[in-house]
C-alpha cells in the first residue's frame, strides 16, 4: 500500500532542501522522499513545538524533530527576548549543562554557538551534569538564563531543551509564552547565528561541582547522627545518568562510607541499555538496585533519573524491600526537616514549606504541628521555584516537594534537586536507624500521628484530535455536573482553577483562588478525600488524582486500614466513572 504524503509535508521538505541546510541533512530528507514516506511526514508534518518547558522530540532530521535546527531557532528565539529583557546587562550571561543522552554534548555546544554568535557570555559544563546543578550555576554567575539539554526520562530516541531564567527556576509566563512567540517568528535556518564566538564561551568543571557540594552540605541538620551511623549501607544507581558522579560524592561530603554502587548502571550510556525506561518512577528501573541491596545486606536504595533532578527510592520491609511513591517520600523527608528544625532551635516563626496541589495533604499536616506556613501551587516545579522568589528576604523556605518523585531542601537551587534529596534521605535514614528503626517504622509512626494518607494517579489516554475533543468534552462535563458524592461521602468543595473559583458547596459561599489560570478540577468530600483532575500539558491524556485518609490507632491495623483505603479509592474512581 503507497503511503499518501500531504502537500504541506511535502512544501515543507522542499523549503528545507531549498533552505540554508546543510549537505548531509538535504540527503537525508532526499532519502525519507525516495525510501521511507512515513518518515517523511513524522519529521515534518508540525514544526517541533516550543511549549512552556522548551523543546522535547525524537532526534533526527526535520521540522518536528530534535536536531541542530530546530534546537539552533529555539536558541535565536530565547536569545532575541533576552536582549529585549536585559537590554541593560552587558554582558548578558548563559549557563548551559547537558545530560547522558545521545547527542546531548552536540545539541549543548550548538546552544552556546548560537548564544555566543549573539555577543552573550556562555558559562558551558565541561561534560554532563545535574539539571540542578544548572539552576546553581545561574545564581552563581548572575545569569539572566540558562538551559539544559535533557528529555529526563523519556525513551532513548529523544532529546529536549530546557529553559530558565535569571532566577534559576524553569521560565513562567509572560516569559514562557512570550519566548515561545519569538522562537515562532524563526522561519529558516539563515536566521539563526551558528557561528559560535569561542571567546565569549567558558568552560567550568570539577572547581564548580566542589562551591555545589559545599552548598549541599551546609543542608547537614544531623551530622553528629551520621558520625554514628557512617556504615548505614547505601545502594545508588545513577541509571546511566548524570548523578553517577555527584550523588555519591554528595553523600561522601555527608559523611556516608558505604555507599555502593550498580556497576552496570554507572556507565554513563544514552541507549540505558539495563532498563525498559530510565524513569525511577518505574519499580523495573530500581530492580538492578534493590537485587543488589538484599546481596549485601543495604538498608536503603535509591535511583535518579538521567538528569537527576527525581530520586526513586525503595526502604527495607524486613527482608524485602518496598518502594515508596511520591508522596510517602516528601512526608518523611519534610517530618525529619520539621522535626530537626524545631530539635535545633531554628524556627523563629517565620519559615515556610511549598507543594503541589496534587501532592498529599499529609505534608500540611505535618506543617501545622511544628506551625509552620505551608503553600500549595500548581504543578510543577517552576511554581514552587517562583513562590520561593516571591518570599525572598520574608520568609525562609525549609523545603519542599510534588508526588512526581521531585524535592528540595534550601533555596540555593529553584528546581527539584535529586543530588541534595539522596543526601537529605540518607540522612533521615541515619537518623531513624540512630532511633533504631527503618524508614518503614518511620512512615508508620507519621501515620499513627496523622492519620494514613494514601494516594493513586490513574492517567487516561486519549490519542490525536478526537482525542483531544474527548479530554476536553470530560473536563467540561465534570466542570458542570460535579458528583453530589463519592463512595458515600458527600461533595463539600469544589475548586475550579480555571474559573478561579473555590466553592463551598454546603454555605455556597465562594472565594477566589489566587493561583495562576489552569485547567484544573479539584473535589474534596466530607470524610477527607480528594480528588484532582487535570489534562497533561505535554502528552494526550487526562491525570486523575486520588488522596484518601483514615485514623490510624495502631500499626497492627496497618494492613487492614490501607486495605480499606484501597477500596475507598476503587469506589471514587467508580462513581467517577474513570
Excluded at 541507549?271 to 530492580?287: K, M, Q, R
Excluded at 532551635?345 to 514549606?353: M, V
Excluded at 501532592?359 to 514552587?384: M, Q, R, S
Excluded at 478525600?529 to 487535570?534: A, F, M, P
Aim: with cysteine.
Amino acid at each position: 500500500m503507497t503511503t499518501q504524503i500531504d502537500q504541506n509535508v511535502l512544501d515543507k521538505a522542499n523549503s528545507w532542501l531549498k533552505g540554508s541546510y546543510d549537505q548531509e541533512t538535504k540527503e537525508a530528507i532526499k532519502n525519507m522522499m525516495e525510501n521511507d514516506p512515513h518518515e517523511l511526514i513524522e519529521s515534518f508534518y508540525k514544526d517541533l513545538e516550543f511549549g512552556t518547558g522548551g523543546l522535547r522530540g525524537i532526534m533526527g532530521v526535520g521540522s518536528n524533530r530534535m536536531n541542530k535546527y530546530t534546537v539552533g531557532a529555539a536558541t535565536q528565539g530565547y536569545t532575541n527576548y533576552l536582549k529585549q529583557c536585559f537590554s541593560d546587562a552587558d554582558p548578558i550571561k548563559v549557563a548551559i549543562a547537558y545530560d547522558s543522552r545521545n547527542n546531548s554534548p552536540y545539541f549543548a555546544q550548538i546552544t552556546a554557538d548560537v548564544f555566543s554568535a549573539n555577543g552573550l557570555k556562555v558559562y558551558l559544563f565541561d561534560s554532563l551534569r545535574p539539571t540542578p546543578e544548572l539552576s546553581f550555576a545561574i545564581r552563581h554567575f548572575g545569569c539572566q538564563g540558562g538551559i539544559v539539554i535533557t528529555a529526563s526520562h523519556n525513551p532513548k530516541e529523544y532529546n529536549g531543551y530546557k529553559a530558565y531564567w535569571d532566577d534559576g527556576g524553569q521560565m513562567i509566563s509572560p516569559h514562557d509564552k512570550n519566548v515561545i512567540e519569538e522562537v515562532n517568528k524563526i522561519k529558516d535556518a539563515s536566521e539563526v547565528k551558528f557561528d559560535g564566538n569561542p571567546d565569549l564561551i567558558e568552560i567550568i568543571g570539577e572547581e564548580f561541582d566542589d562551591l555545589y557540594i559545599e552548598m549541599i552540605k551546609s543542608l547537614s541538620l544531623s551530622p553528629e547522627v551520621i558520625k554514628r551511623q557512617k556504615d548505614f549501607k547505601i545502594v545508588y544507581t545513577p541509571i546511566h545518568g548524570t548523578g553517577v558522579k555527584l550523588v555519591p560524592q554528595a553523600l561522601k561530603a555527608f559523611g556516608f562510607e558505604k555507599v555502593y554502587g550498580v556497576d552496570e548502571q554507572d556507565v554513563v550510556d544514552g541507549n540505558f541499555p539495563t532498563v525498559e525506561s530510565p524513569n525511577p518512577e518505574e519499580p523495573a528501573a530500581l530492580e538492578m538496585a534493590i537485587n543488589k541491596a538484599k546481596e549485601i545486606d543495604a538498608d536503603l536504595v535509591m535511583a535518579t533519573d538521567p538528569d537527576a533532578d527525581r530520586v526513586g527510592i525503595a526502604i527495607r520491609k524486613g527482608d524485602e524491600f518496598i518502594l515508596l511513591n511520591g508522596n510517602q517520600a516528601a512526608s518523611l523527608l519534610i517530618y525529619y526537616l520539621l522535626n530537626k528544625w524545631d530539635e535545633n532551635g531554628k524556627l523563629t516563626g517565620n519559615e515556610f514549606i511549598c507543594k503541589t496541589i496534587v501532592t498529599t495533604e499529609l505534608l500540611n499536616d505535618i506543617a501545622d504541628k511544628y506551625h509552620v506556613d505551608h503553600y500549595d501551587v500548581l504543578t510543577g516545579f517552576k511554581y514552587i521555584a517562583d513562590l520561593i522568589k516571591s518570599f525572598e528576604g520574608v520568609k525562609t523556605f525549609i523545603g519542599g516537594g510534588e508526588e512526581s518523585y521531585g524535592y528540595l531542601v534550601g533555596d540555593f537551587v529553584r528546581d527539584k534537586d535529586a543530588v541534595s534529596s539522596c543526601a537529605m534521605i540518607a540522612e533521615t535514614a541515619a537518623w531513624a536507624a540512630d532511633q533504631g528503626i527503618g524508614l518503614y517504622d518511620l512512615l508508620q509512626d507519621i501515620y499513627l500521628e496523622f492519620g494514613l494518607y494514601k494516594e493513586k494517579l490513574i492517567s487516561v489516554v486519549r490519542k490525536g484530535k478526537a482525542g483531544a475533543e474527548e479530554i476536553e468534552n470530560m473536563m467540561s462535563d465534570f466542570r458542570d455536573n460535579p458528583p453530589e458524592s463519592l463512595n458515600g461521602s458527600k461533595l463539600v468543595v469544589v475548586k475550579d482553577y480555571l474559573t478561579g473559583e473555590n466553592k463551598n458547596l454546603e454555605s455556597g459561599d465562594t472565594s477566589p483562588i489566587t493561583l495562576p489560570k489552569s485547567n484544573v478540577l479539584q473535589f474534596f468530600t466530607k470524610d477527607g478525600s480528594k480528588v484532582s483532575i487535570r489534562p497533561s500539558g505535554t502528552e494526550p491524556k487526562i491525570k486523575f488524582y486520588f488522596g484518601v485518609k483514615s485514623a490510624l490507632d495502631s500499626k497492627a491495623d496497618f494492613e487492614k486500614v490501607d486495605a480499606e483505603l484501597d477500596e475507598k479509592i476503587t469506589g471514587i474512581i467508580r462513581d467517577l466513572g474513570v
